[in-house]
């Protein structure tokens, strides 16, 4: 089974700092590829990232993506009050996968 | 402007069958590499991907729920509709439609991207 775990599971920081959150494959896949999404309580996900690295149309270059199979990350340079939220990875390796998601709350 | 929304009954009884329509615009899935995915999310849980539909009529489901899923579409309506037998209260959830895009990468690997979701519709059971 193709899981994906993410870390940590919530991440405490503060308007201007950078997170860094993590997404590991339990399975290294050559060249597999890994999205990000953004979600607010009560909205649907918001695409951030895809193809490890491309920012979404319209996502501020704050957000970065990086990382080859396992290991993915989502960076977030200078931290805005609207990026306090839930963060999903996705890959597909037997079949589209969800991480089961980081917490970044404000410190 | 890519839009989705998602439509169905908000409470069902266990035992039944919950029927879910995507109805969607500003994309056409008859186009190549245009797919339509569903995904649902229990009260404060993470995403689960339910399953997709491809611009080929191609299907793929979670294995887990493989048996209880059924995903069709109607490209003159612009609609996909998921089918759930047998729900019972574990499938409570909001479940989303989404655009899912496949695109070729490099060599033979492909990105597998949701760049459009509906809002949701919440069901419980």
């Known amino acids: 089974e193709f899981v994906l775990t993410q870390s940590p599971g919530t991440l405490s920081l503060s308007p201007g700092d950078t997170a860094t959150l993590s997404c590991r494959a339990s399975?290294?896949?050559?060249?597999?590829?890994s999205a990000w999404y953004q979600q607010k309580y009560g909205q649907a996900p918001r695409l951030l990232i895809y193809a490890t690295s491309t920012r979404a149309t319209g996502i501020p270059d704050r957000f970065s993506g990086s990382g080859s199979g396992p290991d993915f990350t989502l960076t977030i340079s200078r931290l805005e009050p609207e990026d306090f939220a839930v963060y999903y990875c996705q890959q597909y390796g037997n079949s589209l996968t969800f991480g089961q998601g980081t917490k970044l709350e404000i410190k | 402007q890519v839009t989705l929304r998602e439509s169905g009954p908000a409470l069902m009884e266990p035992t039944q069958t919950l029927t879910l329509t995507c109805t969607f615009s500003g994309f056409s899935l008859t186009t190549g590499g245009m797919c339509v995915s569903w995904i649902r999310q229990p009260p404060g849980k993470a995403l689960e991907w339910l399953g997709r539909i491809d611009w080929d009529d191609a299907k793929y489901y979670n294995t887990s729920l493989k048996t209880r899923l059924t995903i069709s579409k109607d490209t003159s309506k612009n609609q996909v509709v998921l089918t759930m037998t047998n729900v019972d209260p574990d499938d409570t959830a909001t479940y989303f439609c989404?655009?899912?895009?496949?695109?070729?990468?490099?060599?033979?690997?492909?990105?597998?991207?949701?760049?459009?979701w509906g809002k949701g519709a919440t069901v419980t059971v």
């Open positions: 399975q290294s896949i050559t060249k597999n590829y």
């Open positions: 989404a655009r899912l895009l496949v695109v070729p990468g490099d060599g033979a690997y492909y990105n597998y991207y949701m760049d459009a």
